[in-house]
């Protein structure tokens, strides 16, 4: 009869772990819909909706943040779907203000026109958009825009699952290749885990030639076709992301020599046979560790140049905590997965290693906590942010998850100092399993020279039935050691860890392409004014405020509607009434809405007469919710005017 030796090839943990992360990243991609927008268009000229008289040169877009245009990210279409601008594109940036503009060809005839954006924000997420305004008067239009947004359809779930791998594959690259050379050195040797980090490399990789392919449709036509034209790959390497991704590809190649290196000289000297050897082994063991983690802090780092980190307050302190952040998460998930592995597939791991990696995995959870705190205040800035925005939502889900985590592992390091309480008798059991052998090599020994009398030379024999005695002294050995309550209860825990890590990093990805919750209550309007504010209302917006020329019948209060008071288009109506409470018609009476906090406006409003002590303006446009400075101009006579101001929050 002949022992059979443990499979490791199929690796069938690895694999089932790889296929989850893989279908659960799929579903909290659908789930999470298209990425939000991290820059919002807060204005336009014409705004949307307006009718003018005659037909101006350009069109302008006033932007929350910086962004990135292409050749053809601004399109004005006319009443019958042509082109009805000259295809330049103008920066009109200056100060704070993030403007772009294009002109129109000359002698356009009256009717509605369309105006189609798209741009990529500065964190690298694309966004889009459409509006409309008519010359002279509003008509039919043909024009046709895309109806999904940048960064939609099929590329956009594409690209995020891409994503998600990428992060899977990094923590499996990371987190492997430190759990041996931190943990556990034998395990260089070991294949299930030689396997492990090599899958994380090629995942890793092949994510990121994905992501690179798709960028091009992901910000732009969304059409997949496109993944495979040169020209819009060669516009996607002139990028921030761009050459992020192929920074990245280049570390990995880095990576691959340092995995080589690892799986090979370094696992040849296993167990150094003298003083210079051993030397020599602790050299090369610094060496990878030196090189590893420059390499690790080097990929990490093109998802900080262009992710979150990159963009908002302080990105200086902000990108090297990512760093940071992102290999804490990489040496704790990434070694809890090396030690699943290793539990279940290795012939054997020694206790000292588990308690190595629970320090390791202490470590990690510090670090997390640290960096993880200012990341959210970065990103989220207020309670408020917190629990009103999808950011902070998803953030308190995740700040769950890692909750849960750290409870798991508390069990996990219970069942390790059971371990620890086992290793006497651990020792025993080795020790018996010696015995045996010895007393099965005494047998073969009877054995081979029995056979060496029947067979003379027969030494290949004599060896085969020496593996076989020593593989079935091993086997008892592992039945013995995994039978304990203790070795099975951690294995369940680790089983149990993963599982939730699993799920963390999905959330993770989320996030990543999520809106963070500072700008997403900037854009809402959430910063107060330290003017007075007219509380938010229910419905359409009503105001009475006095007023002053200083003139003769320059005295009286204006009244002022706004429907349905919200962001949009709005009807507005002013009244003008005279001391007596009488209608009094004045001259002229304009309007102003600013939003400071955002610095957009002021957007002017000129209302129509409509009778006496009664003006009206059809088609307001507030470009977005939030706490508006409203302005208005009274004039009773040539020279006597006043304006008032109040500041209204608009929903």
């Known amino acids: 009869m002949t022992a059979t030796a443990p499979r490791f090839g199929s690796a069938p943990l690895v694999r089932l772990l790889l296929v989850a992360m893989v279908?659960?990243?799929?579903?909290?991609?659908?789930?999470?819909?298209?990425?939000?927008?991290?820059?919002?268009l807060t204005g336009s000229t014409p705004e949307d909706g307006a009718v003018v008289a005659t037909a101006p040169q350009d069109i302008s877009l006033t932007f929350s943040e910086q962004i990135a245009m292409g050749d053809?990210?601004?399109?004005?279409?006319?009443?019958?779907?042509?082109?009805?601008?000259?295809?330049?594109?103008?920066?009109?940036?200056?100060?704070?203000?993030?403007?772009?503009?294009?002109?129109?060809?000359?002698?356009?005839?009256?009717?509605?026109?369309?105006?189609?954006?798209?741009?990529?924000?500065?964190?690298?997420?694309?966004?889009?958009?459409?509006?409309?305004?008519?010359?002279?008067?509003?008509?039919?239009?043909?024009?046709?825009?895309?109806?999904?947004?940048?960064?939609?359809g099929l590329v956009g779930t594409l690209y995020d699952i891409a994503r998600y791998i990428s992060y899977a594959g990094f923590i499996l690259l990371v987190g492997g290749a430190a759990f041996i050379l931190g943990c556990w050195p034998r395990g260089a040797s070991v294949r299930p885990l030689q396997r492990l980090v090599v899958q994380g490399w090629l995942t890793l990789t092949a994510a990121t030639l994905v992501l690179l392919l798709l960028r091009s449709p992901y910000t732009g036509s969304g059409k997949l076709g496109d993944a495979f034209d040169l020209g819009g790959l060669q516009d996607?390497?002139?990028?921030?992301?761009?050459?992020?991704?192929?920074?990245?590809?280049?570390?990995?190649?880095?990576a691959a020599l340092f995995v080589a290196v690892l799986f090979g000289a370094y696992a040849k000297r296993e167990t150094p046979q003298d003083e210079e050897e051993n030397k020599e082994r602790k050299d090369l063991?610094?060496?990878?560790?030196?090189?590893?983690?420059?390499?690790?802090?080097?990929?990490?780092?093109?998802?900080?140049?262009?992710?979150?980190?990159?963009?908002g307050i302080q990105t200086g302190l902000a990108m090297p905590v990512d760093v940071l952040h992102l290999?804490?998460?990489?040496?704790?998930?990434?070694?809890?997965?090396?030690?699943?592995?290793?539990?279940?597939?290795?012939?054997?791991?020694?206790?000292a290693a588990v308690r190595r990696f629970s320090r390791v995995a202490f470590v990690s959870v510090v670090v997390l906590a640290a960096t993880g705190l200012y990341q959210s205040w970065r990103q989220v800035g207020s309670w408020s942010a917190l629990w009103g925005t999808s950011y902070g939502q998803l953030l308190l889900v995740k700040?769950?998850?890692?909750?849960?985590?750290?409870?798991?592992?508390?069990?996990?390091?219970?069942?390790?100092?059971?371990?620890?309480?086992?290793?006497?008798?651990?020792?025993?059991?080795?020790?018996?399993?010696?015995?045996e052998a010895a007393t099965g090599s005494e047998t073969g020994g009877g054995m081979e020279t029995a056979a060496a009398a029947t067979v003379v030379g027969d030494s290949e024999r004599a060896t085969q039935l020496a593996r076989q005695k020593q593989a079935l002294a091993t086997a008892r050995q592992k039945r013995i050691r995994?039978?304990?309550?203790?070795?099975?209860?951690?294995?369940?825990?680790?089983?149990?860890?993963?599982?939730?890590?699993?799920?963390?990093?999905?959330?993770?990805?989320?996030?990543?392409?999520?809106?963070p919750g500072r700008t997403a209550e900037q854009e809402a309007g959430a910063t107060g004014g330290t003017a007075t504010t007219a509380p938010a209302t229910e419905g359409p917006l009503a105001l009475t405020l006095p007023f002053d020329t200083g003139g003769e019948n320059g005295k009286g209060t204006v009244r002022l509607t706004l429907d349905p008071g919200r962001s949009g288009a709005n009807a507005m109506h002013i009244y003008v009434d005279g001391p007596d409470g009488q209608p009094l018609d004045v001259p002229e009476v304009k309007a102003a809405f600013t939003l400071t906090a955002q610095k957009i406006g002021p957007l002017p409003i000129v209302p129509e007469h409509f009778a006496p002590g009664h003006w009206s303006a059809d088609a307001v446009q507030i470009p977005m919710p939030g706490e508006w400075q409203l302005q208005l101009t009274i004039r009773t006579s040539d020279i006597d005017q006043t304006t008032v101001d109040k500041n209204v929050k608009i929903g």
């Not at 356009?108 to 002279?136: C, E, K, M, N």
Request: proline share 3%.
């Open 327 to 351: 290999l804490a998460v990489a040496s704790w998930l990434g070694g809890l997965t090396a030690l699943l592995v290793a539990l279940y597939r290795a012939p054997s791991l020694e206790n």
């Open 482 to 515: 995994d039978s304990d309550p203790g070795r099975i209860g951690l294995r369940r825990s680790v089983l149990a860890e993963a599982g939730v890590a699993v799920v963390l990093l999905a959330v993770t990805t989320v996030l990543t392409s999520t809106e």
């Open 399 to 435: 700040v769950g998850l890692v909750a849960v985590l750290v409870g798991i592992a508390w069990f996990s390091r219970r069942w390790t100092g059971r371990l620890e309480q086992r290793a006497e008798a651990d020792a025993g059991v080795g020790a018996e399993a010696e015995a």
């Open 236 to 254: 996607v390497l002139a990028t921030k992301t761009g050459a992020a991704l192929v920074s990245r590809l280049l570390l990995l190649g880095a």
């Open 72 to 152: 053809n990210s601004i399109r004005v279409l006319d009443p019958d779907n042509k082109r009805a601008d000259t295809g330049k594109i103008r920066d009109l940036s200056s100060g704070g203000t993030v403007a772009y503009g294009i002109d129109l060809h000359a002698g356009l005839p009256d009717g509605t026109y369309t105006v189609a954006w798209q741009a990529v924000s500065a964190d690298s997420h694309p966004i889009s958009g459409a509006f409309t305004f008519s010359i002279g008067a509003p008509s039919k239009t043909t024009a046709a825009v895309p109806s999904e947004e940048a960064g939609g």
């Open 285 to 311: 063991t610094f060496g990878l560790a030196v090189g590893g983690a420059v390499v690790a802090a080097g990929i990490a780092g093109t998802w900080a140049l262009a992710e979150h980190a990159s963009t």
């Open 23 to 40: 279908l659960l990243g799929t579903v909290f991609t659908v789930l999470s819909g298209t990425a939000s927008a991290h820059a919002a």
